[in-house]
């Protein structure tokens, strides 16, 4: 089961709070640990790291399309903690070819030494919703060419139920593995018994192949042995601790709304029995990777959905957590992780659903508040999400529930704070607060305004630079419009000189991740000169632009991840900020992934 991908480097980090090092100097914000794709459901999914970047691939279609099989593409997404996503786009599309013709479904991506490229196996679905296995390569993990191979491997018809000519020929979801020998692919498939046409029974079906192009049947590793052998085992997941073997899949029964992670474990795959099936997760799907230390939890990550009430589409997701085994590892024991870290004193039933997510007020047809990502706070919203079973999409609180938030305490090392934050109505019962960390002496407060949507105001907390500070969120309005609203807070140089505007300004990187170059752009509400530096995480100023001269108010320069001496520079963060006439105007992230 080793060398599925080259060695991960990267610690697992979901549970750890978000800060930031650099010019950000502390940042919170309320993201919680999902792969949200806006106005698209995302499906089966592959989850890799590599040189300390998270890549999902996963194939996707428009929320509001009911067929899932519509023309589906397979996208791709980078993260460095499994909560802030950067949606890359389609790496592969549907057709034109015969056997993916109708829709790319179940992407599992592994790095092969052997050809020291990428690779990625995928369901192609065919004329009749026919499944075979198709294959694509990359040597960068963005661009993806398909294999002249395809299909790589199909069933015989006359041992597994499936066929060309046959409706809905089930040969899908691949998990590939290396055992030290060969490759290893495992599919969603059947069994056909009792001569032709027969009857089907589901099994996991294995392949096998030295080089990912050529494979060869291997049977079933597991025949469906439950109640009912003719519902497909979907989605297979197979891994082995403390030497335990686990298989996780979906059972699909299409009796059911929500079908749940199903789990069976043994001292050998011979023994997987249905009769010994335990349910492990509401969700489905699922995807389990171990990243980080030998010891260490592992990833658990699973698809995850709820109904849009405003016409019952469905928006799916990734969420992801953590497993750990027990009993010796035969256990698997789902953790969930605390989203408020960051936030460990919560009083009151408005912090009970906190984080809110996504833009839930928009869901009931409310105005919309327009959260940095999909996570945030609001003591009126009743919404955590899916499979957290905090409230349900697009309800509220009671117009009563009142609450606290306290943070951790940090060291305030800038000026201003921006704080992207509203209330329902102006006044003291609902605000910010600073204190003092050992004290807890209010030394500050912060009331937003009663506005919508969401917007940075910039707090001017230079007194208190150098002191061990808290931040309370507190709402102590019981009206119906008493409600506060909270995303991202972080430390700023100050507001900007160069024109009258409130919050530093928006700067865009475009492509962002990147890998050979991006371009910073800004529009300024002024022509003025500027310079854009960039920073390691360490805080250390590795590359500066050359003075620049805004034309009618927009500034734009070339990055092409070197320092000042013209290295390259390794896969990282790097924030960066636009400086004018002294004073900071615009600041933000740039991801480099090589």
Same mark, same amino acid.
Not at 76 to 97: C, E, F, K, M, Y
Not at 381 to 397: A, K, V, W
């Given at each position: 089961?080793?060398?599925? !991908? ?8 979901? +549970? ?46 428009? $929320? ?17 903690? &499994? ?30 030494? $052997? ?19 198709? &294959? ?7 661009? !993806? ?38 490759? @290893?692919? +495992? ?49 297979? $997941? ?173 060291? +305030? @090392? ?175 992230? +740039?991801?480099?992934?090589?």
């Amino acid at each position: 089961m080793s060398n599925r !991908w080259r060695t991960a480097s990267w610690l697992f980090l979901l +549970l750890l709070p978000m800060t930031t090092i650099g010019l950000a100097q502390v940042e919170f914000d309320f993201e919680t640990p999902y792969l949200v794709h806006p106005g698209r459901q995302v499906w089966d999914f592959c989850l890799i790291e590599d040189q300390g970047f998270y890549h999902a691939f996963y194939h996707s279609f428009p $929320q509001q399309t009911l067929n899932p099989a519509a023309a589906d593409t397979i996208w791709h997404a980078v993260s460095a903690d &499994l909560r802030h996503w950067n949606i890359q786009g389609p790496v592969l599309t549907a057709g034109p070819d015969w056997w993916d013709a109708e829709a790319m479904w179940a992407p599992d991506v592994v790095y092969d030494t $052997q050809s020291s490229r990428w690779a990625m196996l995928y369901t192609g679905v065919g004329a009749k919703m026919v499944q075979r296995a198709c &294959l694509a390569w990359s040597d960068d993990l963005e661009s !993806w060419t398909k294999s002249a191979a395809n299909p790589v491997f199909e069933p015989d018809s006359l041992v597994y139920s499936w066929s060309p000519s046959q409706a809905w020929s089930s040969f899908r979801d691949p998990f590939l593995y290396h055992d030290g020998a060969q490759w @290893n692919m +495992l599919s969603t498939a059947a069994l056909r018994l009792g001569g032709y046409p027969g009857y089907r029974r589901a099994i996991i079906h294995r392949a096998v192949s030295t080089d990912l192009v050529n494979w060869q049947d291997a049977g079933a590793l597991y025949t469906h042995d439950g109640p009912v052998p003719t519902y497909d085992l979907e989605s297979p $997941q197979y891994v082995v601790r403390a030497g335990w073997h686990h298989l996780f899949f979906t059972e699909q029964d299409p009796n059911i709304t929500h079908v749940p992670v199903s789990h069976m474990v043994a001292a050998d795959p011979s023994g997987w029995t249905m009769a010994q099936r335990d349910i492990v997760d509401a969700g489905w799907a699922p995807e389990v990777e171990h990243f980080g230390s030998p010891g260490g939890p592992d990833v658990f990550a699973r698809l995850a959905k709820d109904q849009d009430p405003r016409d019952d589409s469905w928006f799916i997701t990734v969420k992801f957590d953590s497993v750990r085994f027990d009993d010796g590892g035969m256990t698997p024991v789902v953790s969930v992780a605390d989203y408020l870290a960051d936030w460990p004193t919560r009083t009151g039933v408005a912090t009970v659903t906190v984080p809110t997510f996504a833009d839930n007020p928009v869901l009931r047809g409310d105005f919309a508040q327009q959260p940095e990502g999909h996570g945030w706070f609001s003591s009126r919203e009743n919404y955590g999400g899916p499979l957290t079973r905090i409230g349900s999409p697009g309800t509220t609180q009671a117009v009563d529930a009142v609450g606290s938030l306290l943070s951790r305490p940090f060291v +305030l @090392n800038r000026s201003y704070l921006g704080v992207m934050t509203i209330c329902g109505r102006t006044g003291a019962a609902t605000h910010i607060s600073l204190e003092d960390a050992d004290t807890a002496i209010e030394l500050d407060r912060l009331v937003p305004y009663a506005s919508h949507p969401l917007q940075e105001r910039m707090w001017n907390v230079e007194p208190f630079l150098g002191r061990s500070v808290r931040l309370r969120i507190v709402d102590e309005d019981t009206t119906a419009s008493g409600w506060i609203a909270v995303d991202r807070i972080r430390e700023m140089d100050g507001p900007s000189a160069v024109g009258p505007v409130v919050a530093p300004l928006r700067a865009r990187a475009a492509p962002n991740p990147f890998n050979g170059g991006t371009v910073i752009r800004l529009d300024l509400p002024v022509d003025t000169e500027a310079q854009v530096e960039i920073f390691d995480l360490q805080g250390r100023r590795v590359w500066r632009s050359p003075p620049l001269r805004s034309s009618a108010g927009r500034l734009a320069t070339t990055w092409n991840a070197v320092d000042a001496q013209g290295r390259r520079l390794p896969s990282a963060i790097y924030p960066f900020r636009v400086m004018a006439d002294g004073r900071l105007v615009a600041a933000g992230r +740039l991801v480099l992934v090589k």
